[in-house]
């Protein structure tokens, strides 16, 4: 079992949607959790990271942590089909750097 | 602020040959990461700068590979002998010291092809 399990989809939602995306981890050391986007055949762009449990919005984007249930979401409100791209959550602990672990990602459409 | 860049984008090599890539990380940013990510994975650690000190190597980084940040700035990551396995996208991050490793900032990639 991976220490950080993600859907691979794909997710195929109509604009406007909103989004839900979602790990689990088994790691309970984990403190720092993150989401980036990824275009095709680009490098992964940070979107947000929240440390510990709770949320934190940022426009459009809301990230939730629920480290009880070691689980976390993404929500995108008012999709747009820009938005289709791939969503990788990561997460660290203290070891030295906070040296992330990434989910395989996950595949959303946003179909206009 | 540039951004991380990375040269070349795309490089086809043939099994055996020996490939070297470059990292610029953003200026005021004294760590620097290398990745290694293939189709439909997410991207896995291989080694991480700070400044001029390499401080952590990935179980993944074999002999075959070797990185060096010289004067604390651009990186580079060689791989010797390559095999197709190699055949993956390599992936250049950085950060602040003091800022959680949450906080990377990527490049573009170099997408290397093995024949």
């Known amino acids: 079992q991976k220490e950080v399990e993600q859907d691979p989809g794909p997710l195929s939602v109509p604009e406007g949607a909103i989004v839900s995306l979602n790990c689990t981890y088994s790691n309970s050391a984990f403190q720092y959790f993150m989401w980036y986007r990824q275009y095709s055949r680009k490098g992964p762009e940070l979107l947000m990271y929240?440390?510990?449990?709770g949320n934190k919005e940022d426009g459009r984007f809301t990230a939730q942590v629920d480290k009880s249930s070691k689980y976390i979401s993404l929500f995108i409100r008012d999709s747009q089909p820009s938005d289709s791209a791939t969503y990788l959550c990561a997460m660290s602990s203290f070891r030295g750097s906070y040296i992330p672990t990434f989910g395989r990602g996950t595949s959303l459409i946003v179909h206009p | 602020d540039t951004g991380v860049s990375q040269d070349p984008r795309h490089k086809i090599t043939k099994r055996g040959q020996n490939v070297t890539f470059r990292c610029d990380p953003i200026?005021?940013?004294?760590?620097l990461y290398w990745y290694r990510q293939t189709l439909g994975q997410g991207p896995e650690f291989l080694t991480y700068f700070q400044n001029e000190a390499q401080l952590e190597k990935s179980r993944l980084l074999s002999d075959r590979f070797s990185a060096e940040r010289p004067k604390g700035s651009f990186s580079t990551l060689e791989i010797q002998r390559t095999e197709q396995g190699d055949s993956a996208m390599y992936l250049c991050a950085s950060s602040k010291k003091g800022l959680a490793g949450a906080e990377q900032y990527f490049g573009p990639g170099t997408r290397l092809t093995v024949t």
């Open positions: 929240t440390y510990s449990s």
């Open positions: 200026s005021e940013h004294n760590r």
